[in-house]
């Protein structure tokens, strides 16, 4: 039998919480008078199918089926959890709970507010504690934190409310106490009053603002959080060193937000201590190893996304490559008869599997650069593919020869095998100095992507690649060409 969630109000939360339940297995009733709520949340569902599958590396359940209801009793008839998303009105919310209770609903009720206590929320109830505040944070269903929150009647709540949001794979923030806003809100409101001071003050603009944040902070917060990232910066001596040496900055002017707290050794004492229990069982030295192998895969997949600091290093990176060799175009390349630089580059860290040295599915990352590199070289820039044209590969072997760890610069060099009709068939080899760690043999086959049929290229691709074609047929044949998987080598 599927489990059965009810979601009371369809708009963004409602939505991704619906996406949520429904991608991990559960059945969803919604309940929203919005005529347009079914549209709404079917948009949000399918950037969550688009999504979310991806983010681990074990599938997810058989989707859950989702019903709308005309009323709140019908849609929480039966179910095992109630996710509450109306509007944030706490008469809103009340009217809503009332027809909860007089359904006959005895389980825990979730409520996504993002302001209201649970005292509030709770208040004129027939079962104190039965509301208990599980604030999520949009995306609904990529983000993992809920902030739980209830009346001391509610603890039976907060175990089923951990229960059912880590079966969602999602974090559950016990708030041992209550508080206007909860926690993530307040710190970001903290953050959001001091933006506005400062555009209004004319210091900085919004853009700029936010680069400030993901340029800079905001990549470590995103790994390490507030208290972490300070413990770094104070370095061997920890976190009691930088609160010695930053504390005082809490009562200068650095920011319009001056209600502070007094700073005491006692409060130094309970942060240090605090600190030492959440990462004193690692060096800096190693926190500051795990902090730089995060920021390097976050920076590299917002550059596959061209967005942030990836979009910033893909400028840097496009700067440097006339220095490093690489060119964009045959008219770049002079002499034509040796091999061309595809790939100049290091070892990144992410490339590394469990073994310590690169994994092969980064070889084929390695030759698939490589590929593309010597299609803009002929031609086939992004605006050729925008108008309609690029090459798909149809095959590719790769012989696996030698090791690279990370940190080791290595180099592909590719040749034209030949380049005939449709076909474009290249051979590529991965060096470290004299070291050859692999090669690869590809057939492409050029395509046009407004019908998916192999077509014949454009008229100066043809030329390009049959030029390349026909000097590097002077080469020797390349060793391993045309060879079969287990072959003798």
Request: a negative charge; one cysteine or more; proline letters at 5%.
């Amino acid at each position: 039998m599927r489990k059965v969630a009810a979601i009371l109000g369809g708009g963004v939360i409602g939505g991704g919480w619906a996406a949520r339940f429904l991608l991990n297995g559960w059945d969803v009733r919604v309940f929203d008078p919005d005529p347009q709520a079914e549209r709404k949340i079917g948009e949000v569902l399918a950037n969550a199918r688009r999504a979310l599958p991806g983010l681990g590396n074990v599938a997810l359940p058989p989707e859950g089926k989702m019903t709308l209801h005309p009323t709140v009793a019908e849609a929480v008839s039966g179910v095992e959890w109630v996710q509450e998303s109306v509007p944030e009105r706490l008469d809103i919310k009340h009217k809503v709970f009332r027809q909860i209770e007089a359904a006959g609903y005895t389980g825990t009720v979730g409520s996504s507010t993002s302001g209201f206590k649970p005292s509030e929320l709770n208040k004129g109830a027939a079962k104190p504690g039965q509301f208990t505040v599980c604030h999520p944070f949009n995306p609904v269903y990529l983000l993992p934190v809920v902030e739980v929150v209830a009346v001391p009647e509610g603890a039976a709540n907060v175990e089923r409310a951990k229960e059912v949001l880590s079966g969602l794979g999602m974090y559950p923030l016990h708030l041992k106490k209550e508080i206007d806003a909860h926690v993530a809100d307040r710190l970001l409101e903290a953050v959001w009053r001091e933006a506005l001071w400062l555009v209004k003050d004319g210091i900085a603009s919004t853009e700029e603002i936010d680069n400030a944040m993901r340029y800079g902070f905001g990549l470590r917060w995103a790994q390490m959080g507030l208290f972490e990232t300070y413990r770094i910066a104070g370095g061997e001596a920890g976190m009691k060193h930088f609160m010695a040496q930053f504390g005082p900055c809490l009562t200068w002017p650095w920011t319009k937000l001056m209600d502070v707290p007094e700073f005491t050794d006692e409060l130094v004492d309970l942060i240090a201590g605090q600190s030492d229990a959440q990462s004193g069982h690692l060096s800096i030295r190693e926190l500051e190893r795990i902090r730089d192998g995060n920021l390097v895969g976050f920076i590299r997949l917002l550059a596959q996304n061209q967005w942030g600091a990836g979009a910033l290093q893909n400028e840097h990176d496009v700067l440097r490559e006339a220095d490093m060799g690489l060119v964009r175009s045959v008219s770049e390349l002079g002499e034509i008869s040796s091999p061309v630089l595809t790939v100049k580059r290091v070892v990144p860290l992410d490339w590394l599997d469990y073994n310590g040295h690169m994994t092969e599915a980064r070889y084929l990352d390695a030759f698939t650069a490589a590929a593309d590199r010597l299609m803009l070289i002929v031609g086939c820039t992004p605006e050729y593919i925008a108008n309609g044209g690029s090459f798909f590969t149809a095959e590719t072997h790769i012989r696996h020869l030698d090791e690279a760890k990370a940190g080791d610069p290595i180099e592909v060099h590719t040749r034209v095998l030949s380049a005939e009709g449709k076909k474009m068939h290249i051979w590529h080899e991965l060096r470290r100095g004299d070291t050859l760690l692999a090669t690869a043999e590809q057939m492409l086959i050029h395509v046009s992507l407004k019908t998916r049929a192999a077509s014949v290229p454009a008229a100066h691709i043809a030329e390009n690649l049959g030029r390349l074609a026909a000097a590097h047929a002077a080469l020797p044949a390349p060793e391993g060409k045309g060879r079969s998987v287990g072959a003798p080598r």
